[in-house]
């Protein structure tokens, strides 16, 4: 069976977006290039920034690093 790459969901785990937000902050790379770098979209990108906060709030909390969901309680 055929699997379409382009319908495949990429999810980003906690430490890859802790990559994404160091990269974006302290080598002012663009959201399209770590969309291609990480394989995912620009709008992924996006919304990794916006809810940065939340996310170094995660990662100091101690979730575990290769989380690629966050649970909601």
Do not use: W
């Not at 906690?14 to 902050?25: F, G, M």
């Not at 170094?56 to 909390?61: C, L, V």
């Amino acid at each position: 069976m055929f699997i379409d790459k382009s319908k495949q969901r990429n999810v980003l785990s906690l430490q890859n977006k802790i990559d994404i937000i160091a990269k974006h902050e302290r080598m002012g790379k663009s959201y399209r290039k770590l969309a291609a770098e990480y394989g995912v979209s620009a709008p992924a990108i996006f919304f990794v920034l916006k809810n940065k906060t939340q996310i170094i709030e995660d990662y100091n909390r101690g979730c575990p690093r290769n989380r690629k969901v966050r649970r909601h309680r």
